[in-house]
C-alpha cells in the first residue's frame, strides 16, 4: 500500500503539506521496470507524470532509425513526463530505464483534478513543474551552445 511516507521521498512533492499528499495516495500508482524497457516513446500520448524511486531513467531523442541522443537522465526523487500536465499533450522524448526501475505514478488528468479542487496545492506543484522546466531548458541551451562552439566551421568563424 503506498503512504504518504512514499511520495515525501521525491523532490516536488516535499513541498506539500500532509493533507495534499494524503489527497494523492488514492490516485497514486506503483510499477516496475527492467533495464532496458521503455516506459514511453516520443510521441506517445503524454498521459502519466512520473517520480523515480529507485534506478536511472534516460531522456532520449531519436535522431534517425539508428541514431539516439540521451539528452539527460532522471535520478531517484525526481519526476519525469511533464507533458501529461499539458493538455492533449504527447511526449517529446523516449524514457528508457537504464536500470531496473522503481516509479510511482499518476494520471495527468486525475493529477490536474486534484490541482484543481486544492488550489494550494495546484500552485506549489506549478511552480515545481516551472523550476523543473526553467533546468532542463537551461540545460538543453548549454549543449546546444558547447555544440555550436565545438563544431569545426563554426569554431573558425569565432
Not at 25 to 40: L, M, N, R, S, Y
Request: proline letters at 3%; aromatic letters at 10%.
Amino acid at each position: 500500500m503506498i503512504e504518504t511516507e512514499d511520495l515525501k521521498q521525491f523532490v516536488m512533492l516535499g513541498y506539500l503539506s500532509e493533507e495534499m499528499l494524503k489527497s494523492l495516495v488514492p490516485i497514486t500508482v506503483k510499477q516496475f521496470f527492467d533495464a532496458g524497457e521503455t516506459v514511453f516513446k516520443q510521441g506517445d500520448t503524454a498521459d502519466r507524470f512520473f517520480f523515480l524511486e529507485k534506478g536511472k531513467i534516460l531522456l532520449e531523442q531519436r535522431i534517425t532509425e539508428t541514431l539516439t541522443v540521451a539528452l539527460s537522465s532522471v535520478k531517484p526523487g525526481f519526476s519525469f513526463g511533464w507533458s501529461a500536465m499539458l493538455e492533449n499533450g504527447s511526449y517529446s522524448t523516449d524514457a528508457v530505464c537504464a536500470e531496473p526501475c522503481h516509479l510511482f505514478s499518476f494520471s495527468g488528468a486525475d493529477l490536474k483534478l486534484k490541482m484543481e479542487e486544492n488550489h494550494s496545492m495546484g500552485f506549489i506543484i506549478s511552480r515545481r513543474l516551472l523550476y523543473v522546466l526553467k533546468k532542463r531548458h537551461d540545460a538543453r541551451t548549454e549543449q546546444f551552445v558547447k555544440t555550436i562552439k565545438l563544431h569545426p566551421e563554426i569554431s573558425r568563424l569565432l
